[in-house]
């Protein structure tokens, strides 16, 4: 079973850098795609970044491209999410996602998995 935990979340000032870690604590690791979604407070949950399971595609929403990097270990059954030159849009709930499909013609992701998130916030 994959269960995902998140950390890595907290406070920074616009401009700072963070980086989010989603470890899989259940028997088996992800054998898929992974990402990260995020939602902020009054909006819907969306798309922010995406990996195959080799690491050799990664995908982003048009939003943090350039800012943020999507990486993996698969060794150590985590997934990554480097912030950089975060903004106070950027504030959220983050979200660890497993497993499912991503769509590349379209940039969408749909996972099966999910994890509990962690909050993000960058004040101005």
């Known amino acids: 079973q994959v269960q995902l935990v998140e950390s890595g979340g907290g406070l920074v000032q616009a401009g700072g850098s963070l980086r989010l870690s989603c470890a899989d604590s259940g028997r088996t690791f992800s054998s898929g795609a992974m990402g990260w979604f995020r939602q902020a407070p009054g909006k819907e949950r969306e798309f922010v970044a995406a990996i195959t399971w080799s690491g050799g595609s990664t995908y982003y929403a048009d939003s943090v491209k350039g800012r943020f990097t999507i990486s993996r270990d698969n060794a150590k059954n985590t997934v990554y999410l480097q912030m950089n030159s975060l903004k106070p849009e950027d504030t959220a709930v983050y979200y660890c996602?497993?497993?499912?499909?991503?769509?590349?013609?379209?940039?969408?992701?749909?996972?099966?998995?999910w994890g509990q998130g962690t909050q993000v916030t960058v004040s101005s």
């Open positions: 996602a497993a497993g499912g499909t991503i769509y590349s013609s379209s940039t969408t992701y749909y996972p099966t998995y």
